[in-house]
């Protein structure tokens, strides 16, 4: 927590952005971090920091009535370039036999210091289809 001159704690600065906006039949999620309690990143590599981030995503799908097979596209942003198979890896897992969003991955700096990868989706209110 960031402290005044005087030593009192400052309220904590929210990034400018909706984390969930619905238009039409899609909702978009604002990109997650493998943040766990107290905005903290979980996970020493980027397999368990990816599970975070899709868990994450899910999580505020449900508050939209959705689910990990609705989602249809992701943008995923990696640290570093060689933990692509690793993420890859995780990713696959984690959708597992269902049909796969769309994706586009970068490698990137990330805001966060020690985040590995960052991942926003897109979802579709009827559900994802190929």
């Known amino acids: 927590m960031q402290h005044d001159a005087t030593g009192t704690p400052e309220p904590r600065r929210q990034p400018h952005f909706s984390m969930l906006r619905r ?31 899709l868990d994450n995503i899910v999580r505020q799908l449900a508050a939209a009535g959705l689910g990990a097979p609705d989602i249809v596209k992701t943008t995923v942003w990696l640290a570093r370039v060689e933990d692509f198979a690793a993420f890859d890896a995780a990713y ?5 036999n269902t049909v796969l969003p769309a994706r586009s991955t970068v490698r ?15 979802a579709c209110q009827t559900g994802g289809r190929a």
């Open 23 to 53: 238009a039409g039949e899609l909702v978009f999620v604002s990109g997650q971090m493998a943040f766990g309690d107290g905005f903290h990143i979980v996970g020493d590599d980027v397999a368990a920091q990816t599970r975070t981030c």
């Open 108 to 122: 990137a700096d990330l805001m966060v210091p020690g985040a590995l990868v960052e991942i926003e989706a897109v």
């Open 92 to 96: 696959g897992a984690f959708f597992g």
